[in-house]
């Protein structure tokens, strides 16, 4: 079992600055993609961004520039700084983590989510 906890969200003005965390925890070997994704009221759930064990990002085009995933590998965890807020990134955020257990089983895990809202 692996639990993914995000925290971070909250009430923004456009402009400003949130950042999100996701602590990982159980049964866990090795952590391998980590990512962000978001879902707004009435839309599918879609890419923010995503970073490999190696340290490599991807970024959807909406917003690159504005945001930046990193990841702490001793700590296992992995964050979203958001600059530049727009009222268009009001969403429930979700952490996703794939990796494998200590008996090597691989896993793709989610959070409960968490909400951004970011007014105008």
């Known amino acids: 079992q692996v639990q993914l906890v995000e925290s971070g969200g909250g009430l923004e003005q456009a402009g400003g600055s949130l950042r999100l965390s996701c602590a990982n925890s159980?049964?866990?070997?090795?952590?391998?993609?980590m990512g962000w994704y978001r879902q707004a009221p009435g839309k599918q759930r879609e890419l923010v961004a995503v970073?490999?064990?190696?340290?490599?990002?991807n970024y959807a085009d909406s917003v690159k520039g504005r945001f930046t995933i990193s990841r702490d590998n001793a700590k296992n965890m992995v964050y979203l700084q958001m600059n530049s807020l727009k009222p268009e990134d009001t969403a429930v955020y979700y952490c996703?983590?794939?990796?494998?257990?200590?008996?090597?089983?691989?896993?793709?895990?989610w959070g409960q989510g968490t909400q951004v809202t970011v007014s105008s």
């Open positions: 970073i490999t064990s190696d340290g490599s990002t």
């Open positions: 996703n983590v794939q990796g494998r257990t200590s008996s090597l089983r691989r896993f793709d895990s």
């Open positions: 159980g049964n866990i070997f090795r952590l391998n993609v």
